[in-house]
């Protein structure tokens, strides 16, 4: 038993749980298994998510790829919050290849987040993968330590937003990013 189980074992058991029943014997095991995959953002790097997806284009037209569904977990409850993510960017010379903006979002969702950190990170990653002129990313996230338990509250929603570049200095090019996602 890994170290991870071992824990997982002794949790439930002080929770009250008869760990020695049918359905718990393999829990622990599982248990680990899925928040070693749940964290498993810890252990990626940039470089190796974007595998070289970087490709030359003359195009400088704002790119969108909205609906970027994840799941992470608050660093506060290790609870999951989920959503969905949308960033926009303005590539200079450089586009990113299509997949590569989840994989940038599941590396760093798959990590104990705050919605805002996340945010950032996000859009930080996508500049350094692409040295595009801006970017911006909004996050939009139910959080479950918020729903299941605490405040109780079903429907309240997290925006978060972070805007770099031409994104964050100039007004139209925030707009045109704005009115792009609404469409959807
Ligand atoms: N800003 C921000 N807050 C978060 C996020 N995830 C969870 N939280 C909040 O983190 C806070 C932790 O507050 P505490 O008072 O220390 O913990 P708590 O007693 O469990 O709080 P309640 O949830 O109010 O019951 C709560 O207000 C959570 O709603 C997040 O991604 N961003
Ligand atoms: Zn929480």
Avoid: W
């Amino acid at each position: 038993m890994s170290k991870l189980e071992s824990l997982y074992h002794d949790v439930l058991s002080e929770l009250g749980e008869d760990v020695e029943r049918e359905g718990l014997l393999d829990t622990p095991k599982r248990a680990a298994k899925a928040m070693q995959f749940l964290t498993s953002g810890y252990d990626m790097d940039l470089q190796e998510v974007v595998n070289g997806a970087v490709f030359t284009s003359d195009n400088d037209e704002m790119v969108v790829v909205q609906g970027i569904e994840f799941y992470s977990l608050c660093e506060h409850h290790t609870l999951p919050f989920l959503g969905r993510c949308h960033i926009g960017y303005l590539p200079s010379g450089k586009v990113l290849g299509l997949s590569k903006f989840a994989r940038i979002v599941d590396m760093f969702a798959r990590r104990l987040q705050i919605q805002e950190n996340m945010t950032k990170q996000i859009a930080d990653a996508v500049i350094e993968a692409t040295d595009c002129r801006g970017v911006g990313v909004i996050v939009e996230a139910q959080h479950m330590c918020m729903m299941m338990r605490g405040v109780q509250k079903q429907n309240s929603m997290m925006r978060t937003s972070v805007m770099r570049g031409a994104f964050r200095e100039d007004q139209a090019t925030r707009q045109e990013f704005m009115g792009l996602i609404d469409k959807a």
